[in-house]
């Protein structure tokens, strides 16, 4: 199978747009879709990480946006229906299969990973999500898939794990290169930089096989 991460602007997005207002990082999956006149259905689920005060003004706000039909918080997991733009078909066709959550950032970008059996269906998305919303392909191979990210969207972090990996998110632990390290962020915690490894490779133990593989 072709696989392809591609990063791309959330700007003018129904999400994307307001990630970076509220500070929150969304991890979502397209459960099901399908065409109705000019738009494409999509039910979604996934997981919000922020501050709670943070997370109920976001979803407050998206559900004010005639695209969003449903939607629900429970905690940080969300479950919802939206629709999407037409331009958006070929990401939503029977061709592709989504590998793992998307991630939307509150830095104003989002990371999808599909997957497909011809190169030629992805080469398209590349192109439209170059031209609409200043798409960069971050790689594109051809390999085997172990398993995909759906298993358990939303495993159960503690307090103090999600805490860490929200501030790991926010300060670009996980940007290559990276743009902070681990002494940096236990300083910004409040706590010793070996608790806040602690709690941050725990996290991860839990998210990296879901979100990250």
Known sequence: MWVAKIKFSG?????????????????????????????????????????EENKKRFVKELKKEDRVIDLELNGDYFIGTIKEPMYAKDVYNKEIIHLAPALISEH??????????????????????????????ISIQQK??????????HPDLTEKQKQAMELAIKHGY????????????????????????????????????????
């Open 11 to 51: 700007e003018g997005t129904l999400i994307g747009s307001k990630t970076p207002k509220y500070k929150v990082n969304l991890f979502g999956f397209a459960l099901s879709y399908f065409h109705e006149k000019d738009w494409i259905i999509v039910h979604i689920t996934g997981t919000i990480l922020g501050k």
């Open 108 to 137: 104003g970008y989002e990371l999808i990973t599909i997957g497909c059996f011809r190169r030629e269906p992805l080469n398209k998305i590349i192109k439209i999500l170059q031209k609409e919303r200043k798409g960069k392909l």
């Open 144 to 153: 085997r898939i172990k398993s995909i990210s759906i298993m358990k969207l």
């Open 174 to 213: 996980y940007h290559s290169p990276r743009r902070t390290d681990l002494p940096s962020l236990a300083k910004l915690a409040g706590i010793s930089y070996s608790t806040f490894q602690v709690h941050l490779r725990k996290a991860e133990q839990k998210l990296i096989p879901y979100f990250f593989e």
